[in-house]
């Protein structure tokens, strides 16, 4: 194993169906670092978490990468990402923002994941790549590498990163919702329950009141479209 990939291992290993240790999001049609810094900023200052790993995508945007010592259930991962999204680019159109994991919209009922970082995009040849703080900036509206990133490099870059103690997530995530305030997602994903499969999921996601809208529109039209799917002959 490489040096690469023990880091990317030890940061954003897969898990097990229905739980996550990677929460990716991403800024894109334009790329805009600028919005995405005060997100960066705003997890360490605000939130008392670790930086998260900066990349560009190698294609059309920006992403931050948190990495969690623990799993959870894809149900929080959400969550946390659309509380992110509120409080830091609540002007931002959603269509600008990936969240992932998240919903598949080409494949109904199924999750998406953040694809490995670095690789080359086959339709652009461009790179993905994690890139020091201070490199965003140059890029612009461009977020890509036209080579392919020194792996000694990309791996030196994620030796720094810091994994999120359960403890931290549990305050980071207080921190993003009012006092007292507590959503039937985080009750139905409590710790030590069985993992959820993306059909339940979606369908707790699009029953829970207190969850934003825009997360409950997106379930109901995946688990709508895999209804239809099912009902073709």
Not at 111 to 125: I, L, N, Y
Not at 177 to 191: D, K
Request: proline share 8%; charged share 20%.
């Amino acid at each position: 194993m490489s040096r690469l990939d023990a880091e990317r291992q030890r940061l954003f290993a897969d898990t097990t169906a229905g739980h996550t240790r990677t929460l990716v999001l991403g800024l894109a049609r334009p790329a805009d670092w600028t919005l995405l810094h005060q997100v960066w900023q705003g997890v360490q200052a605000d939130l008392e978490l670790p930086a998260p790993a900066i990349a560009v995508d190698g294609n059309e945007s920006y992403q931050l990468w948190l990495s969690l010592a623990q799993p959870v259930s894809l149900a929080q991962a959400q969550d946390f990402l659309e509380q992110l999204r509120l409080r830091y680019l609540p002007e931002v159109a959603s269509s600008r923002i990936h969240m992932l994991p998240g919903a598949d919209p080409s494949s109904p009922g199924l999750v998406r994941s953040a694809a490995a970082v670095p690789a080359r995009q086959e339709t652009t040849g461009n790179w993905s790549a994690f890139v020091s703080p201070d490199l965003p900036a140059v890029f612009g509206e461009d977020p890509w590498l036209d080579t392919a990133p020194g792996l000694d490099q990309q791996a030196d870059l994620l030796s720094r990163q810091k994994c999120i103690s359960a403890d931290a997530w549990e305050h980071a995530r207080r921190c993003l919702r009012p006092a007292g305030h507590t959503t039937s997602l985080q009750q139905t994903e409590a710790p030590g329950t069985a993992p959820m499969e993306p059909r339940a999921f979606l369908h707790a996601v699009m029953n829970d009141t207190a969850a934003p809208l825009a997360l409950r529109i997106e379930a109901a039209r995946a688990l709508l479209s895999a209804g239809e799917r099912a009902r073709t002959p």
